[in-house]
Structures are given as structure tokens and as C-alpha cells.
């Protein structure tokens, strides 16, 4: 059974920085591309962030191209996403799936990101 459990969001002012965490398992985790997606209060979902298995290509959305770094530990079934320069508009839960691009897929529980202005 695949289980992604998120972790590290939490509630910080404008301009700051998060590093969330997304511990895989029950697959294959070095074999799959990994992607964090995130979803805004009354909005839908939307892709922020993609990288392949071995971590050699990395994918972003305009809206955080430059901000955000996704990465991946293969040895620790671990993909991460370090946040810089937080925006109220960052304000979301913040999901990880299997996959490099789009929001399809399995996502685990999520952790909730909120960026005060």
C-alpha cells in the first residue's frame, strides 16, 4: 500500500522560509517521480513542483520558479521542498504524490502551510 506522510508546514510571516518533508513508502520510491502539489482554500489544485527519480531533473511552476527548491533523499524514500521568500498567496495545503507533473495520483495527508502578511 502506498503511504506519503507530509510534515513540516506550519504558520510563519511573509518572507520566510519552510522545508517540507514527504517520507514514501510501500512502492518502489527510486524507481517514480515525485511531485508536490498544493490546494488553497476554495481553489483547486495545483502543481507546484516535479522531480525525476534520480533527482538529476526538476520541475517548477511560474508561481514558485525561483523560490522553491524541490530535492529528493533515495536513501531515506524521502522528497522534499524547501519554501524561501514566502507569500500570503503560498497559504495552502501542501500534498505530495508519485509523479512528475499534473495533479492526478495518490496524495498522502497533507500539512498545512499559512503565511501571514
Known amino acids: 500500500e502506498v503511504q506519503l506522510v507530509e510534515s513540516g508546514g506550519g504558520l510563519v510571516h511573509t518572507g520566510s522560509s519552510l522545508r517540507l518533508s514527504c517520507a514514501a513508502s510501500g512502492f518502489t520510491f527510486t524507481l517514480y517521480p515525485m511531485k508536490w502539489v498544493r490546494q488553497a482554500p476554495g481553489k483547486g489544485p495545483e502543481w507546484i513542483s516535479g522531480?525525476?527519480?534520480?533527482?538529476?531533473?526538476?520541475y517548477y511552476s511560474d508561481s514558485v520558479k525561483g523560490r522553491f527548491t524541490i530535492s529528493r533523499d533515495n536513501a531515506k524514500n524521502t522528497v522534499f521542498l524547501q519554501m524561501n521568500s514566502l507569500k500570503p498567496e503560498d497559504t495552502a495545503v501542501y500534498y505530495c504524490?508519485?509523479?512528475?507533473?499534473?495533479?492526478?495520483?495518490?496524495w498522502g495527508q497533507g500539512t498545512q502551510v499559512t503565511v501571514s502578511s
Open positions: 522531480i525525476n527519480s534520480s533527482g538529476g531533473s526538476k
Open positions: 504524490a508519485i509523479g512528475a507533473t499534473g495533479t492526478g495520483g495518490s
